[in-house]
C-alpha cells in the first residue's frame, strides 16, 4: 500500500523560505507524477506545483512561478518542494499526490494517492 507524508511546514513570516518533503513508502516510483496541492480553509484544492519522477518535465501554478521549485530524489523516494518569498496568501494545508500516468495533471481528482497534509502558515 503507497504512503506519502509530508512534512517541512510550519509558520513563517512573510518574504521567507520553507521546504517541503513528501515521503512516498509502499512501492518505488520511476514513473509517473508527483504533485503538490494546498487547500486554504473555504477554498478548493489547488494545483501548485508537479513534477514527472523521470525529473525532465516540470509544472508550475502561475502565482508560484519564480517562487517556488519542486525536485525529486529517485534514490530516497522523495518530492521537495523549496518555497521562497513566500506571501500571507501562501498560508494553506500543503498536501502532495502520486499519479501513475506519466503527464502532469493540475485536477486533484487525476491522482492516485494523497499524504495527509502539512500546514503553511505565512504571517504579514
Known amino acids: 500500500q503507497v504512503q506519502l507524508v509530508e512534512s517541512g511546514g510550519g509558520l513563517v513570516q512573510a518574504g521567507g523560505s520553507l521546504r517541503l518533503s513528501c515521503g512516498a513508502s509502499g512501492r518505488t516510483f520511476s514513473s509517473g507524477v508527483m504533485g503538490w496541492f494546498r487547500q486554504a480553509p473555504g477554498k478548493a484544492r489547488e494545483f501548485v506545483a508537479g513534477i514527472r519522477w523521470s525529473g525532465d518535465s516540470t509544472l508550475y501554478q502561475d502565482s508560484v512561478k519564480g517562487r517556488f521549485t519542486i525536485s525529486r530524489d529517485n534514490a530516497k523516494n522523495t518530492v521537495y518542494l523549496q518555497m521562497d518569498s513566500l506571501k500571507p496568501e501562501d498560508t494553506a494545508v500543503y498536501y502532495c499526490?502520486?499519479?501513475?500516468?506519466?503527464?502532469?495533471?493540475?485536477?486533484?481528482?487525476?491522482?492516485?494517492?494523497w499524504g495527509q497534509g502539512t500546514q503553511v502558515t505565512v504571517s504579514s
Open positions: 499526490a502520486a499519479r501513475e500516468r506519466v503527464v502532469i495533471s493540475t485536477a486533484p481528482d487525476r491522482y492516485d494517492y
